[in-house]
């Protein structure tokens, strides 16, 4: 009886991943069909150079201590990170902002796995550049932190600045990362996905410098039970 369960559960887990990565695998498909190849071309550009810099090697990783910050959440209450961590680990997902397909398509995504990780005792927050009152409509409890001007991001090593011709292709999007964000607009962070243990180190990350790769929802789940006691 067990091990059909256990059969049924990988199957269900399966299938959520396979659901994640064919939308973002379709994204993918329609931005090359829809932009024109000088855009396509600032863009795969842009990925080059970060990695070419190795922004995936000079982030914190495994095993490195987190800094602590202060933060608003969402009942509008002043916390500390190091104070949420007493509680359990905390999973801190950087995106660009609500204004990227990809950032959506990944929000959403981990929306509705938020009572699976609450089970297992950790506590989510999506953090972004982006001023929550040029987001639009949030989801109902959902723990979004503004991160003004990329100091938390920056802690973590994952941002970058934009040259010109992308800051060039995002305005002729009609996208004014300075008005979205509340700065002068030159910066972003990578996306990417941390596990912050009880110790307050790192002990997952997943760092990709291509913005169109996410972490998989499942994938993290699949690894926060190695540091949670609800496993």
Same mark, same amino acid.
């Given at each position: 009886?067990?091990?059909?369960?256990?059969?049924?559960?990988?199957?269900?887990?399966?299938?959520?991943?396979?659901?994640?990565?064919?939308?973002?695998? &379709?994204?993918?498909?329609?931005?090359?069909?829809?932009?024109?190849?000088?855009?396509?071309?600032?863009?795969?550009?842009?990925?080059?150079?970060?990695?070419?810099?190795?922004?995936?090697?000079?982030?914190? &990783?495994?095993?490195?201590?987190?800094?602590?910050?202060?933060?608003?959440?969402?009942?509008?209450?002043?916390?500390?990170?190091?104070?949420?961590?007493?509680?359990?680990?905390?999973?801190?997902?950087?995106?660009?902002?609500?204004?990227?397909?990809?950032?959506?398509?990944?929000?959403?995504?981990?929306?509705?796995? &938020?009572?699976?990780?609450?089970?297992?005792?950790?506590?989510?927050?999506?953090?972004?550049?982006?001023?929550?009152?040029?987001?639009?409509?949030?989801?109902?409890?959902?723990?979004?932190?503004?991160?003004?001007?990329?100091?938390?991001?920056?802690?973590?090593?994952?941002?970058?600045?934009?040259?010109?011709?992308?800051?060039?292709?995002?305005?002729?999007?009609?996208?004014?990362?300075?008005?979205?964000?509340?700065?002068?607009?030159?910066?972003?962070?990578?996306?990417?996905?941390?596990?912050?243990?009880?110790?307050?180190?790192?002990?997952?990350?997943?760092?990709?410098?291509?913005?169109?790769?996410?972490?998989?929802?499942?994938?993290?789940?699949?690894?926060?039970?190695?540091?949670?006691?609800?496993?």
């Amino acid at each position: 009886m067990s091990t059909t369960k256990y059969s049924n559960k990988n199957k269900d887990t399966e299938m959520v991943r396979s659901t994640f990565q064919d939308k973002l695998a &379709q994204l993918r498909v329609t931005n090359c069909e829809n932009l024109p190849t000088p855009e396509l071309a600032i863009m795969t550009r842009t990925v080059a150079r970060l990695r070419r810099d190795e922004m995936h090697t000079r982030c914190l &990783q495994v095993g490195e201590t987190v800094s602590d910050f202060e933060f608003i959440d969402a009942n509008n209450v002043r916390c500390r990170l190091y104070e949420v961590l007493e509680k359990g680990p905390v999973v801190l997902n950087f995106f660009r902002g609500f204004w990227c397909q990809y950032c959506k398509t990944e929000i959403e995504a981990y929306e509705n796995v &938020q009572s699976e990780l609450t089970k297992l005792g950790c506590t989510y927050f999506a953090i972004s550049p982006q001023k929550l009152e040029t987001a639009g409509e949030l989801p109902e409890n959902y723990q979004v932190i503004f991160d003004r001007d990329n100091q938390i991001a920056r802690d973590f090593g994952i941002v970058y600045a934009l040259e010109p011709p992308e800051r060039n292709l995002f305005e002729s999007w009609g996208l004014m990362l300075d008005k979205v964000n509340g700065n002068d607009g030159r910066e972003l962070p990578v996306p990417a996905t941390f596990i912050v243990c009880e110790d307050r180190t790192i002990g997952y990350e997943y760092v990709d410098v291509d913005f169109r790769a996410r972490c998989c929802p499942e994938q993290l789940i699949e690894e926060l039970k190695t540091f949670c006691d609800g496993s």
